[in-house]
């Protein structure tokens, strides 16, 4: 006979979802980096990269669920970037994010046009990026 208690009854914990996955892309490394390390430490999966043509390539192993990229890059701007990412099927859902110096209404018009979604000018708030990409990933979820 054992003398053991039944064990209370527990709820039934989910499992964790994946982390949502961001690409960074910055020609300016530090920014690129920072910004990847803050979203990592707040539990998201970053990884920076910084060039538009190497992005291009890190998609198909990355599979990011958002993408926040700068304008104002060197060899393919953030525009040509979002319109060849926005080509391919597998990222129809993702967010992209332009981060840029560049905030007249022609750029955000531009913005628009390449499929960006949101057009925030640096200095980044933090804050205003984390709400767009939480937003996001709960109408995803």
Avoid: W
């Amino acid at each position: 006979m054992s003398t053991a208690s039944p064990r209370p009854d527990r709820p039934e914990q989910a499992l964790p979802s994946a982390p949502t996955r961001i690409l960074v892309v910055d020609d300016n490394h530090d920014s690129a980096d920072s910004l990847s390390a803050l979203l990592g430490l707040l539990g998201y999966e970053a990884c920076a990269i910084y060039d538009g043509f190497e992005a291009l390539e890190r998609v198909e192993s990355f599979r990011p669920d958002v993408v926040v990229l700068d304008i104002g890059m060197p060899r393919m701007n953030g525009y040509e970037l979002a319109r060849r990412l926005r080509t391919r099927p597998a990222l129809q859902g993702i967010l992209i994010v332009a981060v840029t110096g560049y905030g007249q209404a022609r750029d955000r018009l531009l913005s628009f046009e390449a499929g960006i979604n949101y057009h925030v000018v640096k200095p980044l708030n933090t804050e205003v990026l984390l709400k767009l990409i939480e937003t996001h990933v709960a109408r995803s979820s």
